[in-house]
Structure formats: structure tokens, C-alpha cells
């Protein structure tokens, strides 16, 4: 149980178009999902926190009008990568946890690698 | 907020020799300490995680010990394997935030047959 699955997993875009990325949680309802970005031999930063029905929660330095997230149902999050550049070339990973307001384990998606031309 | 650093960052063992990988973190309230071993181009995945209320915990090869104290958490690895090879992320979680995990740096880990 507990599985996450993230799509796509590999985007090639064209500079200033947009990218969907979707998260779901395939048999459990995960009452928070997180949004990480990347990079090459570094750790998982930390975008946003997305909770059902409520708007995402940003991290300091992140654009939430260049990266959009929703969280439309309990089992699904999206982010949508506006306006892409090369600079968003990235590995972006979803979480998500089925315990809201207690530390507990979180599922990661596969990761979707973006490649902006 | 949180600040969590991890040492070494990156490690080189002999197939059979022990791994350690050591974690510190600054906020006391924090009471959950997962570790995640991600291979490359993968997703991390969980090897053992340990909560504040527990000072040692250990699964077959794996054993993470925290000292709430000094606050800092350890991974050991026993009998390593080169399938142990991997880049592996110490995180920590404050109390009061649900499950919003700050990762280390990460360790590379190469275990050489």
C-alpha cells in the first residue's frame, strides 16, 4: 500500500510553454502533498505544501505564479510550470502524507524530469 | 526553522566493511528523523525512520540511534553490499508541522566490491 505515482515522468518543452506535472496517491487519500525540486547531486528542496481544497503554501523564494499547484481532490495534486525557461530544467518530486498534522512517513512519486529547450 | 546538516558527503567503503553517516539538527522540537536511500534518477525510498521517544532502533543491516541531547541521529550499515551504493538523505520533522521533513545534504555512498 501507500503508493504515489507522478506523470510525467520525463517532459521535453519548448522555452515559454507550460507543463503539467500530476501527482496522485493511488490507494490512500493524502491529506497533504509536497512539491520538491532537484537538482544534480543536491538534496530535495522544498517548493510547497498543498493541502485538499486550500491554496498551496509556498516556500520563501519560490513563485507561485510560475509554479502553480492544485489540490483539487484527496488523492490528486498538480503542478503546472508556467511559462517554462531552461533555468526550470529540473527533477521535481511529489509526496504525500495520509496523516494530517502528525510526522509521520511520507510516499514519494517517481519524479518528473523537466527539460526546457 | 529547521536546519538540518549531514556528514560526510560522500563516503567509500569496502564490501563488508560498516557505513556511518551522521545527521544534526537545531530545532529541539523535532520528533521525527527518517532516513531515504535514493538511487540515481530514482525516487527516495525509506530504510528505517526513528521518533523522538526512542534512542536506537534496527532492521537486519540497518540501525539509525538518535541522542535527543546533542541532537544529532546516526545511520549505521553493517555487511555492506555494492547494492548499498547510493546517495542516502537524513531528514527531520518538527512536531508541529505535520509531516513538512527537512532534508540533509545527502551522503554518497559507494560500497566497492
Known amino acids: 500500500g501507500a503508493v504515489v505515482s507522478q506523470h510525467p515522468s520525463r517532459v521535453i518543452c519548448k522555452s515559454g510553454t507550460s507543463v503539467k506535472i500530476e501527482c496522485r496517491s493511488l490507494d490512500f487519500q493524502a491529506t497533504t502533498m509536497f512539491w520538491y525540486r532537484q537538482f544534480p547531486k543536491k538534496s530535495l528542496m522544498l517548493m510547497a505544501t498543498s493541502n485538499e481544497g486550500s491554496k498551496a503554501t509556498y516556500e520563501q523564494g519560490v513563485e507561485k505564479d510560475k509554479f502553480l499547484i492544485n489540490h483539487a481532490s484527496l488523492t490528486l495534486s498538480t503542478l503546472t510550470v508556467t511559462s517554462a525557461h531552461p533555468e526550470d530544467s529540473s527533477f521535481y518530486i511529489c509526496?504525500?502524507?495520509?496523516?494530517?498534522?502528525?510526522?509521520?512517513?511520507?510516499?514519494f512519486g517517481e519524479g518528473s524530469r523537466l527539460t526546457v529547450l | 526553522g529547521e536546519n538540518v546538516e549531514q556528514h560526510p558527503s560522500t563516503l567509500s567503503v569496502q564490501e563488508g566493511d560498516s557505513a556511518v553517516i551522521k545527521c544534526t539538527y537545531s530545532?529541539?522540537?523535532?520528533?521525527?528523523f527518517p532516513w531515504y536511500k535514493q538511487e540515481l534518477g530514482k525516487r527516495p525510498q525509506l530504510i528505517i525512520d526513528?521518533?523522538?521517544?526512542?534512542g536506537e532502533k534496527k532492521d537486519q543491516r540497518i540501525a539509525v540511534t538518535l541522542n535527543k541531547t546533542a541532537k544529532h541521529f546516526s545511520l549505521h550499515i553493517t555487511e555492506t553490499q555494492p547494492e548499498d551504493s547510493a546517495v542516502y538523505f537524513c531528514?527531520?520533522?518538527?512536531?508541529?508541522?505535520?509531516?513538512?521533513?527537512?532534508f540533509g545534504e545527502g551522503t554518497q555512498l559507494t560500497v566497492n566490491p
Open positions: 531528514a527531520a520533522s518538527h512536531a508541529t508541522s505535520g509531516s513538512r521533513l527537512t
Open positions: 526513528i521518533r523522538s521517544n526512542v
Open positions: 530545532d529541539s522540537a523535532s520528533n521525527y
Open positions: 509526496s504525500a502524507s495520509r496523516l494530517a498534522g502528525v510526522s509521520g512517513e511520507l510516499f
